[in-house]
């Protein structure tokens, strides 16, 4: 990072004041204007982080222009192609692909973790049946930090390492105990002689009744869409991890705020939300009536699995899912599923509708996640838990990069403050 230009503010009736501009290794050059407080009394507005960096990152970078991906400099479709989702879990926390010693260390320390303490299967009993599974999640791993009290030691490397094996192992078994759950039934032992996510499968599908067998080409699926939603820049559940963490906060509680942030349908709950939508709309002939709807300013409904805050072409990651759920369909013989259908065409005629082309709005990883996950028989609910599952590695891998950045200082955004001015309290009578 560089900073050899400058750039000036001219405030009416004051001195110029200059400030740094930092150029990165990609993306736009930041003013840096951390000192724009002390030198002018003044602070930016950016509601919603439109034109602000809050940090500087080594993880993952995005350019929304040319719909390209990058996990430490590798371009997803190449890690979609060549790696497991392990192999990226490791990539994203070290900033280096393994080798394949490293890799077979750290499978093994993966697999050796990923039973949760008996205890917490207890836990699940206090929520109600019917709960959403995300809410489940969000209990469950904020309870593993009342599990883990040595994980508070930040300043000790190994430990913090340990935190980011042991909720990468644990996570597919609180996942999986989530849908045992909602469905009654018993929860499954992870198996250790299987690799992660045929193991997430066997503890999502499996029962005690009968062996279950993985379908490798299912596995394969859901691996690549761990891979493909295991990072994303300073996202809204990203930036809320931070946060969190900023305050010295336990790990796994910090974890949990992200989880509870993924959940809303503009962000990590948009794969449900998406999925909901197709099933109302349910024919391809009232597809032009929902159009009409999500171009209609009075009108509340979104295109669900549309737009990105930073794709303003294409979302790299939509590209391979289209494809992972053309597989996926063909091997269940589900080709001519009705949803897919009627998924493409709303992407086909959404992606001609001037609105949509006007205003960049192209279907995003969200729109076809749901459609694999449900020919899969993962239900609806269940979709932003995956979404969990995945993104923890990448929650972690930046909580790491937060919590050892030496320019690191508790997360406080100010404010410009439009409420009522100073006032006294009046007697209860006169109010
Ligand atoms: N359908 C119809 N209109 C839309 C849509 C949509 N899906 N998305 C954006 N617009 C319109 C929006 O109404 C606004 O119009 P106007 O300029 O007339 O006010 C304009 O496009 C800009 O939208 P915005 O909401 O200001 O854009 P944003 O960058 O703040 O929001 C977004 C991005 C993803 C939240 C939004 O596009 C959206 O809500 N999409 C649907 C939900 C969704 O699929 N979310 C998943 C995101 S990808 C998964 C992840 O990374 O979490």
């Not at 000036?8 to 407080?37: A, K, S, W």
């Not at 596995?219 to 990203?238: G, K, Y």
């Not at 009409?292 to 790299?316: E, I, Q, S, T």
């Not at 599923?337 to 009627?342: E, I, N, P, Q, V």
């Amino acid at each position: 990072m560089t900073s050899e230009r400058k750039a000036t503010l001219i405030i009416e009736g004051r001195e110029p004041v200059e400030f740094p501009i930092l150029t990165p290794v990609h993306g736009n050059d930041c003013i840096d204007i951390r000192t724009l407080g002390a030198k002018t009394g003044l602070f930016t507005y950016d509601s919603g982080f439109l034109s602000t960096a809050s940090c500087s990152s080594t993880i993952t970078f995005i350019d929304g222009d040319k719909g390209e991906l990058l996990y430490r400099g590798y371009p997803i479709e190449q890690l979609a192609e060549k790696c497991e989702f392990l192999d990226v879990a490791y990539l994203l926390r070290n900033g280096e692909l393994p080798d394949a010693e490293q890799k077979k260390t750290f499978v093994n320390i993966i697999k050796t973790h990923t039973m949760i303490h008996e205890q917490m299967a207890r836990f699940y009993q206090g929520f109600r049946r019917d709960a959403h599974p995300m809410a489940v999640m969000v209990g469950v791993v904020g309870a593993l930090s009342a599990f883990y009290h040595e994980a508070e030691d930040f300043s000790d490397a190994t430990q913090r390492s340990i935190n980011f094996n042991r909720i990468v192992a644990k996570l597919p078994t609180i996942v999986a105990m989530a849908y045992k759950y909602s469905m009654g039934e018993p929860f499954m032992y992870p198996r250790n002689d299987l690799p992660y996510t045929a193991n997430f499968m066997h503890m999502m599908f499996g029962t005690p009744c009968e062996k279950y067998e993985p379908n490798p080409v299912l596995v394969h699926a859901l691996d690549t869409i761990f891979t493909l939603h295991a990072d994303h820049e300073q996202n809204a559940s990203t930036s809320t991890v931070r946060l969190a963490g900023s305050s010295g906060a336990n790990p796994y509680a910090c974890i949990s705020a992200g989880i509870g942030c993924l959940w809303g349908p503009a962000h990590g709950g948009a794969n449900e939300a998406c999925l909901k939508m197709l099933e109302e709309i349910g024919d391809v002939s009232r597809v032009p009536e929902y159009i009409k709807r999500a171009k209609d300013k009075n009108d509340p409904f979104k295109l669900m699995g549309f737009g990105h805050r930073v794709y303003k072409n294409f979302d790299p990651r939509a590209k391979l899912m289209r494809k992972i759920c053309s597989n996926v369909l063909q091997e269940l013989g589900l080709e001519n599923d009705r949803l897919f259908k009627l998924a493409l065409e709303l992407e086909r005629i959404a992606l001609e509708d001037e609105y949509f082309v006007e205003k960049k709005l192209y279907p995003n990883v969200d729109f076809y996640s749901g459609i694999v996950q449900k020919a899969m028989g993962i239900p609806t609910s269940m979709f932003t838990c995956i979404f969990a599952l995945a993104r923890t590695v990448g929650w972690m891998a930046q909580w790491e990069e937060m919590i050892t950045d030496s320019e690191q200082k508790i997360g406080r955004p100010r404010q410009l403050y439009v409420g009522a001015p100073r006032r006294d309290v009046p007697p209860i009578d006169q109010r």
